[in-house]
């Protein structure tokens, strides 16, 4: 900030690119941009730039390529017109002329815009709006099928549940004594209370007659009926009669 | 309308921009201490009696507000479809099929309490309402279902539900713990 | 003031309620379907012209406001908004009146790039938006306003931005081809 070239480079800065440069420079030329001399506007740049240089600024690329670009189009508008070239210098130089205007039109287009009545700036809303409401009442649904799934699972969950237990194959006790009793008066030696089976395949109902058998032959005993031996823990059980 | 002096212009735009009401002091620092404020405060609420906006005073503020007699069209309804909770539904097949019951007699058969909020969606809903108390210890408020469940439902009467036997049959019943309890019995076997 | 019919009474009361400006049919909502609401609107616009207050129509939407030459008034003490910048300011333009456009021709016409937060900033005041992708190579994103646009800046429509039909009518704001013909300008940086 301190140098007077650096006052300078902020000067340049201070266009936003070429096209605004361009248009700052024909807009001095004229107020109506269809009217001015594109030549003289391409004088005017590559003067600006030039100066710019002499005084050893730094300039941005893109002003010393539009200078490249308008010196070409400065050439192709002053020499003997080629028609194969396309598009043609004149062309070249309209668009560029519209370019302006169009930039130009935007840019006034914005300044009439932001000048216009803005809201909370030129006209205001109400301060304190009581505001509007919407009372969300809800629509309950629900259908038949939903209604007694429901009740048919709360009933599925809450009656007392009957269990029906199957039928085991069992020896009662019952039976068992009288057939232990029977069989006792047979055998008169010690046999083991295997013997008093009926013959019997099922594992299940085998041991359902085993226990029966047992719990019989314990009964006798305490009847004073029958004897029972047995050598050692879970050694063979043998019964004979008393 | 009548054509306005700019003095009432200017203080009925700086009510209407306020965002708060103003003292007679507060709207002069506004529109300036030349204008006669008493005089425009009291014009511009004759000119707004009967309309849709009325300018009142309230402890020597004034403010705009919109007239009471409107304030009904200020709120709409709009209806949202939302769907029973499992609780709700539970709760109102009980009822439908037991009616009249009690709440207790509710939780009894669900055998999970109900909060307060269900009974009164289902009332909300139109379709359950109480129907008297019953006599007896606590004279315990009882429920029933409305002509409203009826027509949602799409039933004449309630006789119109099906019974149980017809739940059954057609599988409504069937206990959803059932599984369970088969693997519960076997493993006890196995342990045999 | 007229006295006013009820109905004319309810949308007044409805509009001057409402925190953000209303269409005929969010009105209707309100006031009911069996108000004539065109001519209810037309009747109020027509009462309120010329006072502190006036109803505008702002892209279908309409609000109550303060009347423009009250400004003065109400600019007291009043934080201004932000001051755009120019960038913003010509960016805002171009999607205005040209709208819907890519960044890239936003770009070609102020022959510079537009610096991400250009466009952030009229976004987040609510007058631009991304108005979906332009067929073609690189699917551009298009822009273009928005209704907040239209009521910020008191336009009843986007016919009315000031000297749209004359720039149309210059072939101003045709669709912009990549002109000033092989000159490269996207590697310029704006200076906001």
């Known amino acids: ?242 | 309308m009548a054509e306005l002096d700019p003095a009432v212009r200017a203080v009925e735009a700086v009510l209407f921009a306020a965002e708060a009401p103003l003292t007679p002091d507060e709207i002069a620092a506004y529109v300036g201490p030349d204008v006669e404020l008493k005089q425009a405060l009291r014009l511009l609420r004759e000119d707004y009696a009967g309309r849709g906006v009325e300018l009142v005073e309230r402890g020597g503020r004034w403010h705009f507000q919109t007239a009471a007699d409107m304030a009904h069209f200020l709120r709409r309804e709009r209806e949202e479809p939302k769907r029973l909770s499992r609780a709700a539904v539970e709760t109102l097949a009980i009822i439908a099929y037991q009616e009249p019951v009690s709440r207790a007699e509710i939780e009894a058969i669900r055998g999970v309490q109900i909060s307060k909020g269900t009974l009164d969606v289902l009332m909300e809903a139109g379709w359950v309402r109480p129907a008297g108390r019953r006599e007896g210890p606590g004279r315990p408020l009882l429920y029933a279902t409305t002509q409203g469940f009826l027509t949602h439902f799409g039933l004449k009467t309630r006789r119109d539900l099906p019974g149980i036997d017809d739940l059954k049959a057609a599988g409504l019943l069937d206990p959803v713990e059932a599984t369970l309890g088969d693997v519960e019995l076997e493993s006890v076997d196995e342990s045999d």
């Not at chain 1, 505001?131 to 699972?153: M, T």
């Not at chain 1, 237990?165 to 008169?188: I, N, Y």
């Not at chain 1, 029966?212 to 031996?229: M, W, Y």
């Open chain 1, 1 to 242: 900030m301190s140098t007077e070239s650096d006052a300078l480079t902020i000067d340049i800065d201070g266009w936003e690119g070429p096209l605004d440069l361009l248009l700052a420079l024909a807009r001095a030329q004229k107020v109506d941009l269809r009217e001015i001399s594109i030549l003289a506007l391409v004088e005017q740049y590559l003067a600006f730039i030039a100066d710019a240089k002499a005084l050893k600024l730094e300039i941005a690329a893109d002003y010393l390529v539009m200078a490249a670009w308008l010196a070409y189009l400065k050439s192709a508008l002053l020499l003997p017109k080629d028609p194969t070239i396309d598009p043609s210098p004149e062309e070249l130089a309209l668009r560029l002329q519209i370019r302006l205007q169009r930039l130009q039109a935007m840019r006034e287009a914005g300044a009439r815009l932001i000048a216009r009545d803005r809201i909370g700036r030129d006209v205001f809303l109400r301060g304190h709006p009581e505001g509007l409401r919407v009372v969300r009442r809800s629509d309950w649904q629900a259908d038949l099928y939903e209604l007694i799934a429901a009740y048919g699972a709360v009933m599925a969950r809450t009656r007392p549940v009957v269990h029906q237990v199957m039928r085991r194959p069992v020896m009662s006790l019952e039976e068992a004594l009288q057939r232990v009793e029977a069989m006792l008066g047979q055998k008169v030696d010690w046999t083991r209370i295997e013997a008093f089976l009926p013959g019997i395949s099922d594992p299940q109902l085998r041991r359902s007659a085993l226990a029966s058998s047992f719990v019989a032959a314990l009964e006798l005993a305490k009847q004073g009926k029958a004897e029972l031996k047995q050598d050692e823990a879970f050694a063979p059980l043998f019964v004979r009669a008393a």
